[in-house]
């Protein structure tokens, strides 16, 4: 079990304001926490293989290739801008 002293710590490192009256329950919870992750410790992983992510997506974003549309495909697009000017669509500005 943790003593009130680390339970203090690890509040002060979080940035919770603890009173007197919350160290017990939080000693007692956090002392929980802690023997859940000693008794993770014990299991045995070197079999596991490390994942980023757990359903194994790999990156899903296209490829940045610059696509000719043609003059149809180019007098479509610029039908639907809400903006345009000398031929070009027109946004705000950025910066």
């Given at each position: 079990m943790l003593t009130e002293e680390e339970v203090?710590?690890?509040?002060?490192l979080s940035r919770i304001g603890l009173t007197e009256e919350e160290l017990p329950k939080y000693q007692k919870d956090l002392s929980a926490v802690f023997d859940f992750f000693r008794e993770l410790e014990t299991l045995p992983t070197d079999?596991?293989?490390?994942?980023?992510?757990?359903?194994?997506?790999?990156?899903?974003?296209?490829?940045?290739?610059?696509?000719d549309f043609g003059d149809t495909g180019r007098t479509?697009?610029?039908?639907?801008?809400?903006?345009?000017?000398?031929?070009?669509?027109?946004?705000?500005?950025?910066?």
């Open positions: 203090k710590k690890v509040a002060l079999d596991v293989v490390p994942i980023g992510h757990i359903t194994g997506r790999t990156d899903v974003m296209r490829s940045d290739v610059c696509e479509h697009i610029m039908n639907n801008v809400p903006a345009k000017k000398d031929g070009f669509v027109k946004v705000k500005s950025v910066f």
